[in-house]
């Protein structure tokens, strides 16, 4: 399961904080951050930089036809760098994220934390918070020493997990590093849509199941054959 933006309130905490950045409203400013920076640019042609702050601050400023000001880009680059932090350290849980894991804890399920950065720190937070240990293993590109937008991190994964492609559901909000990878290696993918954004129009980006929420999701798992 991934973590920023499926289970802890990303979006909520960097829209806050770019709020007035540039003159943009915060919730313009990162959607086009993610959607045509992050995912548009960044995942299809510049992937090495996928953790480069600073060139994407290049890219948004290209994508507003701005010219660049590094002052304004430092700034943002520390908001990203502060909401990182807080992702590990001070998270705001979706309200529907802490029922639906106890709801796959029920169920005997083992829960692995898949994520980009900082996993382990991420999953002793929610711990901490809860008083209730959710995941057997935690997964990260450090860990496994491959993007997460790329078939092998769940190959890895499941070979640590000895787990079957055929019992294995990938549940996350991003298309390119929960969906599309894990699909291509047969796992079962639920994307979590908070924000009702379009389905990808390529094949190998489109879920077994779409959901709003992990309540949703977690009612998808239990009637998986």
């Known amino acids: 399961m991934d973590y920023d933006s499926t289970i802890h309130?990303?979006?909520?905490?960097?829209?806050?904080?770019?709020?007035?950045?540039?003159?943009?409203?915060?919730?313009?400013?990162?959607?086009?951050?993610?959607?045509?920076?992050?995912?548009?640019?960044?995942?299809?042609?510049?992937?090495?930089?996928?953790?480069?702050?600073?060139?994407?601050?290049r890219l948004l400023f290209d994508q507003l036809r701005l010219p660049f000001d590094q002052k304004a880009a430092e700034e943002i680059c520390a908001k990203f760098d502060e909401a990182k932090t807080k992702a590990q350290e001070d998270p705001i849980y979706y309200p529907d994220a802490i029922p639906a894991l106890d709801s796959l804890r029920e169920m005997g399920l083992n829960i692995c934390l898949s994520t980009g950065f900082g996993?382990?720190?991420?999953?002793?937070?929610?711990?901490?918070?809860t008083g209730k240990r959710y995941f057997t293993e935690t997964f990260s590109e450090t860990r496994l020493g491959v993007w997460k937008?790329?078939?092998?991190?769940?190959?890895?994964?499941?070979?640590?997990?000895?787990?079957?492609?055929?019992?294995?559901?990938?549940?996350?909000?991003?298309?390119?590093?929960?969906?599309?990878?894990?699909?291509?290696?047969?796992?079962?993918?639920?994307?979590?849509?908070r924000n009702m954004e379009e389905k990808p129009s390529s094949p190998d980006q489109q879920p077994d199941y779409e959901t709003r929420n992990l309540r949703e999701a977690a009612r998808i798992i239990k009637g998986i054959d």
Not at 119 to 129: D, G, H, V
Not at 162 to 179: N, Q, R
């Open 9 to 57: 309130d990303m979006d909520g905490v960097m829209e806050r904080s770019l709020e007035g950045v540039l003159g943009y409203s915060g919730e313009e400013l990162y959607r086009i951050w993610v959607y045509d920076v992050h995912r548009a640019l960044i995942h299809t042609r510049y992937l090495e930089r996928h953790d480069d702050a600073m060139f994407h601050c």
């Open 119 to 129: 996993a382990e720190a991420k999953a002793k937070t929610l711990e901490r918070r």
């Open 149 to 193: 937008t790329e078939p092998e991190y769940y190959r890895k994964a499941l070979s640590i997990l000895g787990a079957k492609t055929s019992e294995t559901v990938s549940v996350g909000d991003t298309p390119l590093s929960d969906i599309r990878p894990a699909k291509l290696v047969g796992i079962w993918t639920i994307w979590v849509n």
